[in-house]
């Protein structure tokens, strides 16, 4: 098992340009989740998906979308990116959305926009 | 969900214990304590988790008080490998939108030295 892939691993973006990262999970998890890590701040939720067909929002979602395209794929989307969205993003996934269920994270994507 | 308190940088020797404390006085009856590290430059990765007694998995112990207040997760025979973030985090277990979601601060800097 990969366990949670992301890709890309690495992108510098113009301010105002869109991208989509992309986060799949091959361990049957109902629930997945997008976080973004910034120096002296921990890792802060953006959006997460309890089950297929369902996203909500979480700490910080303002400026991203997310797409929840089928039990395995989660998108994350920033439509104009700013500066302030450079940041280290994580997905995640766990078996159900409940407390005693771990998550898994996926090994990153970092994001600079210029 | 409970606030944590953890010291910001420890050191352990390799082979011995690395013990690191977690306060969290104001944990409610039913919040879980669950331990994560974050290894340089990589996602998060479960450690353990528990309710009220002490618990034990192939990677480390976890004992917390008979108050609650507080707790220590235990590597006890750390390697270099070891050495990451630690993160000391409280689940509230249902209800609301925090329902499920891991929230993390600041961690504790867990430097293992030969």
């Known amino acids: 098992n990969a366990g949670v892939t992301q890709t890309p691993k690495f992108q510098v973006l113009k301010t105002g340009q869109s991208m989509t990262l992309q986060c799949a999970q091959d361990?049957?998890?109902?629930?997945m989740y997008w976080y973004r890590q910034d120096p002296g701040m921990g890792l802060r939720l953006i959006y997460y998906s309890a089950s297929e067909g369902t996203t909500d929002k979480g700490e910080v979602p303002n400026g991203y979308n997310v797409s929840r395209l089928n039990k395995r794929e989660f998108s994350l989307r920033l439509e104009s990116a700013a500066p302030s969205q450079t940041s280290v993003y994580f997905c995640?996934?766990?078996?159900?959305?409940?407390?005693?269920?771990?998550?898994?994270f996926g090994p990153g994507t970092r994001l600079t926009v210029l | 969900d409970a606030k944590t308190t953890q010291p910001t940088s420890m050191d352990c020797a390799e082979g011995r214990a690395a013990n690191l404390p977690c306060n969290h006085s104001t944990i409610s009856g039913n919040e879980y304590v669950y331990w994560y590290r974050q290894i340089h430059s990589q996602g998060p990765q479960y450690i353990i988790h528990?309710?009220?007694n002490n618990e034990t998995n192939e990677m480390a112990s976890l004992i917390i008080t008979e108050d609650r207040k507080s707790s220590t997760l235990i590597l006890p025979h750390a390697t270099l490998r070891d050495t990451a973030v630690y993160y000391c985090i409280v689940r509230i277990p249902a209800g609301g939108t925090s329902y499920g979601k891991l929230t993390f601060g600041q961690g504790t800097i867990l430097t293992v030295h030969p």
């Open positions: 528990g309710l009220k």
């Open positions: 361990m049957n998890h109902n629930s």
């Open positions: 995640a996934s766990s078996l159900h959305h409940q407390p005693y269920n771990e998550q898994f």
